[in-house]
């Protein structure tokens, strides 16, 4: 027997999530049986723990979209008994049992070795979020980054903090923007040369066309802010938009992409061909400084996630939080 987080719904509808004991046997069908060392916890963990059940349509359900732990049994020839893995994706978390557990069984297909440089707690300082932010860096990088700022919105929630990083590493000037004076100093321990405050960027697009400002940008935020930027891009600058939290309407016209030849590249990073993750994860072991990545971990146990799911749902989370789920 082993710990889990177990979210499951009563008879009035209403979820709960609590730690309980649960069996090998209890577990879906997989070709790898991971000993879970790490998770995290993401915007969508918050939503699947949370009281409406979110994004979870089968209960009793396990939380935690990503991993990093090691291969305890397997059926498939390219994992062996000791070999350390990591999962991001895959709908592992909402549609299939996730991390939030101290084991876990998956598709062999889901999984990558974890690369030299990374152990498991710093995969999950890195997990979804940061995955999803180097994915991001890799679109911009693929497109050209032009001279000037790169922008990052949401910078002190998880994908910005470690774009911001990774950027910043890279030996880019990085325009930090948030919502939160507190978070300054903390944006430059993480490479900013910038801080934007988000009343800047966060009113309705009044003129099509801006001055141009930034040689890049990752959105981490969406909405009428994503339509503000865009007319603020340079010349044959790109945006890589990752989140939706200020929702999924675009109240842009064309006239950037048109007349200032504006990229708006979509990062979806639930079901990235093996080969883009292994590069990704290879990325963040050599590109991402593990200082800064140690600065950003916030320690947690399955019992905090309840708390912890409603906080992010606030954006009270900053950084990345790992949960340890042996303790």
Request: overall charge negative.
């Amino acid at each position: 027997m082993f710990n889990a987080l177990i979210v499951d719904k009563g008879e009035d509808g209403k979820t709960s999530a609590q730690v309980k004991q649960i069996g090998l046997d209890d577990l879906p069908e997989g070709e790898v049986t991971v000993a879970v060392d790490y998770s995290t916890v993401n915007y969508k963990d918050g939503l699947c723990i949370g009281p409406g059940g979110g994004l979870v349509r089968n209960y009793p359900h396990v939380p935690g979209i990503d991993f990093a732990g090691t291969v305890e049994a397997s059926s498939d020839d390219r994992y062996a008994v000791g070999d350390k893995v990591v999962l991001t994706g895959w709908r592992v978390g909402e549609a299939h049992w996730g991390g939030y557990a101290q084991k876990a069984r998956v598709k062999a297909d889901w999984l990558v070795p974890l690369p030299d440089g990374l152990d498991a707690r710093r995969a999950m300082a890195v997990g979804t979020a940061g995955f999803t932010a180097m994915l991001a860096v890799m679109a911009l990088e693929d497109h050209g980054i032009k001279d000037g700022p790169v922008l990052v919105t949401g910078a002190s929630g998880g994908v910005g903090s470690v774009a911001t990083a990774i950027l910043s590493n890279l030996g880019y000037s990085v325009a930090a923007v948030t919502g939160r004076p507190e978070s300054a100093d903390y944006l430059r321990e993480m490479g900013a040369t910038e801080i934007v405050a988000r009343t800047d960027l966060n009113e309705t697009v009044k003129r099509p066309l801006e001055g141009e400002r930034w040689g890049g940008c990752i959105d981490a935020v969406g909405g009428d802010m994503l339509a503000r930027l865009l007319g603020q891009m340079q010349y044959g600058a790109s945006v890589a938009a990752v989140g939706l939290a200020g929702g999924a309407g675009l109240p842009a016209t064309v006239i950037p992409f048109l007349l200032r030849g504006v990229n708006l590249l979509g990062i979806d990073s639930v079901m990235q061909p093996f080969e883009n993750r292994q590069r990704a994860w290879g990325r963040i072991a050599t590109d991402l400084p593990m200082d800064k990545l140690d600065a950003m971990i916030q320690p947690a146990t399955l019992s905090d996630l309840p708390k912890l799911g409603a906080d992010i749902l606030k954006g009270q989370v900053r950084g990345r939080v790992v949960v340890d789920v042996n303790h």
